[in-house]
C-alpha cells in the first residue's frame, strides 16, 4: 500500500508529468494506491484544468478517499509534539499518519519534510 502525497500528485499529473512513470510502476507493481482527503484539499485547491482532475478521478477516484479520523488525529497530533518545527507541517503530518496507521509507504517528493517522522517508509523520487 502507498499513500500518495500532495508532490507526487501534481507531479504525477500536471505539466510535463515528470512522476508519471513512477505512478504507472506503483501501478504495475500491483501497489494499493491510497488519497486521503487532506490530499485531495490541496490538489483540489490549486488551479486544475479539466483533464487533470478526470486524470486524478480515474486513477484515484475522490469518492475512495481516506477520511481523518480519530485514530489519524491522534497520531498526527502525537507526530507534532515529536517532530522538530511542527508549526506549519500540520497537513504534512496528517498525511504521515494516514500512512504509518495502515502500515503504508508515503510516496511524496517532499522527503526532507517527513525525514524526522518516526515509522514512516518513505518512497521518494527515484
Not at 504525477?12 to 484539499?41: C, K, N, T
Not at 486513477?59 to 506549519?88: H, K, M
Amino acid at each position: 500500500m502507498v499513500v500518495v502525497d500532495t508532490s507526487a500528485l501534481i507531479d504525477s499529473l500536471v505539466g510535463p508529468r515528470r512522476s508519471a512513470p513512477r505512478l504507472r510502476a506503483l501501478i504495475a507493481d500491483g501497489e494499493r494506491l491510497l488519497l486521503p482527503a487532506l490530499v485531495l484539499y490541496e490538489w483540489w485547491r490549486g488551479p486544475r484544468q479539466p483533464e487533470e482532475l478526470a486524470a486524478q478521478e480515474a486513477l484515484l477516484p475522490s469518492a475512495d478517499a481516506l477520511p481523518f479520523g480519530a485514530p489519524e488525529a491522534e497520531l498526527a497530533s502525537r507526530l507534532y509534539r515529536t517532530v522538530r518545527r511542527p508549526r506549519g507541517r500540520e497537513i504534512d503530518l496528517a498525511i504521515a499518519a494516514h500512512a504509518i496507521t495502515r502500515s503504508a509507504a508515503l510516496w511524496t517528493l517532499n522527503t526532507d519534510d517527513f525525514a524526522d517522522v518516526q515509522g514512516l517508509a518513505i518512497i521518494g523520487l527515484g
